[in-house]
C-alpha cells in the first residue's frame, strides 16, 4: 500500500462527492431563468445557453474526479499496472498543471487576494502534486 497515493486518492473521491451533491446545488443556483425575467434580459437565450455550457462542462470535472480516484486508489493498493511510477509521476504532472490553471484564471479575470483563498481549489491541486510526486517515488 502506498499512503500518499491512498491519501490523494481519499481526497479526490470526497472532491467527487462534493462536486457531485454540493457544487451542483450551488451551479443550479446561478440558472438565469431563476435570476433575470427573460422578458427583460437581452439576448436571454444567449445567456442561458451559456450556463448550460457550464453546467455541462461542470459535470465533466466530476467524471475526472471519478476517474482519477479509481485510478489513484488502483495504484494504491494494487498491482494492476506494470508503469505504476510513470502513472504516478504523470498524476502528479496533471495535478500541477490544474493548480497553475487555476491560478492563472483567477489571474485572467483580475481577482482581489482575498478570492485566492476563497477559490482556494489551486491549494487542493498543488498538495496532491506534491503527495503523489513523493508517493511516486517509492512505486
Not at 497515493?5 to 473521491?13: E, H, R, S
Not at 446545488?25 to 440558472?31: E, G, I, K, T, V
Request: net charge neutral.
Amino acid at each position: 500500500m502506498n499512503y500518499q497515493l491512498a491519501t490523494v486518492a481519499a481526497i479526490t473521491a470526497l472532491a467527487f462527492f462534493a462536486h457531485v451533491f454540493v457544487g451542483i446545488r450551488q451551479s443550479l443556483c446561478a440558472d438565469p431563468a431563476k435570476l433575470t425575467d427573460k422578458n427583460k434580459t437581452e439576448k436571454f437565450e444567449t445567456v442561458e445557453l451559456h450556463w448550460v455550457q457550464l453546467m455541462c462542462a461542470f459535470q465533466l470535472v466530476s467524471v475526472d474526479l471519478l476517474a482519477l480516484s479509481v485510478l489513484l486508489f488502483l495504484l494504491a493498493f494494487t498491482d494492476v499496472f506494470i508503469q505504476k511510477q510513470l502513472i504516478g509521476f504523470s498524476l502528479s504532472a496533471l495535478y500541477f498543471l490544474w493548480g497553475c490553471s487555476w491560478l492563472v484564471q483567477l489571474f485572467a479575470l483580475k481577482r482581489q487576494a482575498k478570492d485566492y483563498l476563497l477559490l482556494g481549489q489551486w491549494i487542493f491541486w498543488f498538495g496532491c502534486s506534491a503527495l503523489l510526486y513523493w508517493g511516486s517515488l517509492s512505486l
